[in-house]
């Protein structure tokens, strides 16, 4: 039987303390890994008896900032946004910019009816419908016993 010794929520890498410490502070850093995290938005997919519902979280945006196109059977949302933060008549010796921009990709199923895709941007939500062909839409019917 071989023993194995567990840290308990202690950091021992087996260099150098402070080494680690720096490293964890760089890798670990707020600022990074907002920047990371918000390259790509959320997206909540669901499906109901008629249609497709694909939700994207993309606050700070307005409707005229989305290129969403359909290429074949592939759904691409896009959006680019630049913003700049200048104050006038002030010297100033640093200036932030912000660019924006991502791009979310989906394959249709052959149920979906690609000539029937609404979109609409509310509250940071941007949402798209994509309906069902009507030969995929759950008939029912009661059937008689003879």
């Known amino acids: 039987m071989t ?3 567990f840290a308990n929520g202690q950091k021992n890498h087996g ?3 402070f080494f680690s410490d720096v490293f964890d502070s760089i890798l670990n850093d707020s600022f990074l890994s907002d920047k990371l995290a918000s390259r790509v938005p959320a997206v909540n997919i669901s499906e109901t008896e008629n249609q497709f519902h694909i939700e994207l979280a993309v606050p700070g ?5 989305f290129k969403i196109s359909l290429d074949k059977n ?12 200048v104050e006038e008549g002030k010297k100033f010796s640093k200036r932030e910019y912000s660019y924006n921009s991502f791009t979310r990709s989906f394959t249709l199923p052959e149920v979906a009816d690609a ?3 609404e979109a609409e941007y509310v509250d940071g939500i941007l949402k798209l419908n994509v309906a069902k062909k009507e030969e995929a839409k759950i008939q029912t019917r009661e059937i008689a016993v003879k």
């Open 74 to 85: 592939v759904l691409s949302v896009s959006a680019d946004k630049k913003t700049e933060n």
């Open 3 to 5: 023993l194995v010794k």
């Open 115 to 117: 000539a029937k895709i």
């Open 15 to 17: 260099v150098n303390p």
């Open 61 to 65: 945006l307005k409707k005229e900032d």
